[in-house]
């Protein structure tokens, strides 16, 4: 028996390209997994009325840990015309499924390293005084309140009267009172304080235990003086169970404009759920972009790991496939290191690092090349050769260690 199962999400168009990549990495590095399909995404819904079947989180449920690829998500009125005829006009309403997955297994901590490769020609570069170039670390690991917030889903059109005459209450909606219910849009930011705490404590734990120097809590409590206000008040009181790690505060718009200023003087960043995914995708964007940007959506029993790029349909029925599968080899990574398996991170995490510095492989992203089908005439790598790069410095760094181990052991024996 295996002595980890591992629920396998392709999802959406390149989800399905990608992931089987990740799969082969693991493979070769020994991890010992049992992998269960499950299905989710537009296909499901189409045929079902519903983005995640029950099926999927029953094995969720049974298993605890898996491994996403990708999802479509269309506006309201195109969903509701691609289902299947006998499901239109019966109420059913989309819904991502992945947004549907983080509240119904609590997966309220959502962790997004943006970490830069040296060598990656799609890193950020900045002028220097003298007229040339230089190309600061950027070492950054954003913590997004994963469940709440503007996803929290609480929305209307056309709101009912008992919603308006609550909102009537508040002077501040007086402007709005007369706007007819078809006219007048509602989504609701909610915060609370025991989720603000956690992913607070979190991201103070995450840098406590890798060394980083600071927590910067990115919100915007000069206008939104509850919500956030609530999340920059839970993040002075986490601080001060960390001596050693300052926190810093910055307000979401301003926090985008100094990212491109001075990026390597950022570590961990906390943030509410809109916010923290803006400001990772924003960071993502100094390190590659998305191909190079994973994720973790961690709860106290299930555990999901994905990376952050959409379903790319336009690119899904290439052949062969030329999407980069870097940022699905991280979230696999996160997985390893998230069981335990810091040993498989750590040889994954280098064989890709050493083929991103080589530069010999690259896919269309990394070489600035539009995508589609001519990508490859011009010198671009498929998917699969991507990884089958990886897998060869993969296996260089396997000898290598195996070496390793075996002069250790013959030292050790000599000492005695």
Same mark, same amino acid.
């Given at each position: 028996?295996? #002595?980890? %199962?591992?629920?396998? &999400? ?12 990740? $799969? ?109 170039? =230089? ?12 469940? =709440?917030?503007?996803?929290?889903? *609480? ?76 999340? =920059?008040? @839970?993040?002075?009181? *986490? ?17 985008? &404009? ?6 390597? @003087?950022?570590?961990?960043? *906390?943030?509410s759920n809109l916010f923290?995914?803006?400001i990772s995708d924003a960071?993502?964007? $100094? ?7 994973? %994720? ?18 336009? !690119? ?11 940022? &699905? ?6 997985? $390893? =290191? ?5 040993? #498989?991170?750590?040889?994954? +995490? ?13 896919? !269309? ?14 010198? /671009? ?22 070496? /390793? ?8 024996? +000599?000492?005695?």
């Amino acid at each position: 028996m295996a #002595k980890y %199962s591992v629920v396998t &999400m392709p999802g959406d168009g390149i989800g399905n390209q990608v992931l089987p990549e990740a $799969l082969r990495l693991l493979k070769a590095v020994g991890f010992d997994a049992e992998y269960i399909h499950a299905d989710i995404g537009w296909d499901c819904w189409c045929r079902e009325g519903n983005a995640l079947p029950q099926s999927t989180i029953d094995l969720l449920a049974r298993y605890k840990l898996g491994l996403f690829g990708a999802i479509t998500s269309k506006p309201k009125r195109q969903a509701e015309a691609e289902l299947r005829p006998e499901l239109r006009g019966k109420g059913y309403s989309y819904f991502s499924p992945i947004v549907t997955m983080r509240q119904r297994f609590h997966l309220d901590t959502c962790i997004r390293p943006c970490i830069s490769f040296p060598g990656n020609p799609l890193n950020f570069i900045r002028k220097k005084r003298d007229g040339g170039f =230089e190309e600061p670390l950027v070492n950054v690991v954003v913590f997004r309140q994963n469940t =709440e917030g503007l996803y929290a889903g *609480v929305e209307w059109t056309n709101p009912p009267a008992e919603v308006r005459a609550a909102l009537a209450t508040h002077a501040k909606f007086k402007p709005f009172a007369d706007v007819p219910g078809a006219d007048l849009a509602i989504s609701v930011r909610i915060v609370t304080r025991n989720a603000a705490r956690k992913i607070c404590r979190a991201a103070f734990e995450w840098a406590k235990q890798r060394g980083y120097k600071s927590v910067t809590i990115c919100e915007k409590p000069n206008v939104l003086r509850e919500t956030s206000g609530m999340m =920059e008040e @839970e993040a002075r009181n *986490v601080a001060r169970e960390y001596p050693g790690i300052a926190l810093w505060s910055t307000n979401i718009d301003a926090q985008t &404009m100094w990212l491109t200023k001075n990026p390597e @003087e950022y570590g961990v960043v *906390v943030a509410s759920n809109l916010f923290g995914d803006v400001i990772s995708d924003a960071f993502a964007g $100094l390190v590659g972009g998305l191909g190079f940007a994973a %994720s973790g959506n961690i709860g106290d029993e299930v555990a999901v790991f994905e990376p952050t790029h959409g379903s790319a349909p336009k !690119y899904a029925e290439l052949d062969p496939p030329i999407v980069n599968p870097i940022a &699905m080899f991280l979230s696999a990574v996160m997985m $390893l =290191e998230h069981v335990g398996e810091t040993e #498989k991170a750590r040889q994954i +995490r280098e064989a890709i690092a050493a083929v991103v510095k080589q530069g010999s492989v690259r896919t !269309y992203d990394m070489m600035r090349l539009p995508g589609g089908p001519n990508a490859i005439a011009q010198g /671009a790598a498929t998917t699969v050769q991507m990884t089958d790069a990886v897998l060869a410095e993969l296996d260089r760094i396997l000898g290598s260690d195996v070496a /390793a181990g075996r002069e250790l052991a013959v030292a050790g024996s +000599r000492s005695r």
